[in-house]
């Protein structure tokens, strides 16, 4: 029963996560601080940041408790060190948008939100890392397809 517990967090997780990454790029794309734009990019972070952590805690909890396959099979499989290196890659791009996004709460919060040039400009910026890791998201899948298809073992 926790197998399939901790595969159904897992799979929910992914899902949340692709739109939450989709919704907080459109929503970026033209933030403004007067349109609501703003708090949706930050409601749609805040739920992109709830389903990575549930997606690698149950990650690691499926990989290191052998849940599914011995752990030695992950560490042998060259499409989940993709799939791997794919989540470390989304992780990487993720450190100035998270910076920055809470940087921007703050202020928000102090009712000083950053000036409208500054959002716009570096609200497409964070839009255009957001569309990258949604593809990087969609790459993670296919590389759970083709292992769940018996692809990548030796």
């Known amino acids: 029963m926790l197998r399939i517990a901790l595969a159904a967090l897992h799979l929910l997780a992914l899902g949340i996560g692709l739109g939450a990454v989709y919704a907080r790029a459109r929503s970026l794309n033209r ?5 609501g734009s703003l708090s949706r990019a930050f409601a749609a972070d805040s739920w992109w940041g709830v389903a990575a952590g549930v997606w690698i805690v149950t990650g690691l909890w499926r990989v290191l408790a052998s849940t599914e396959k011995a752990t030695s099979y992950y560490w ?3 499409v989940f ?4 290196g794919f989540l470390v890659l989304i992780l990487a791009l993720e450190i100035w948008p998270m910076v920055t996004l809470i940087r921007w709460r703050a202020a928000a919060s102090r009712k000083t939100p950053p000036p409208a040039e500054q959002l716009a400009a570096t609200g497409q910026r964070i839009a255009r890392i957001s569309d990258v890791q949604t593809l990087l998201v969609v790459a993670m899948v296919v590389a759970a397809v083709m292992m769940a298809r018996g692809h990548g073992a030796r």
């Open 81 to 84: 060190l993709a799939k791997m």
């Open 76 to 78: 042998h499989n060259h």
């Open 31 to 35: 933030v403004d601080a007067t349109d």
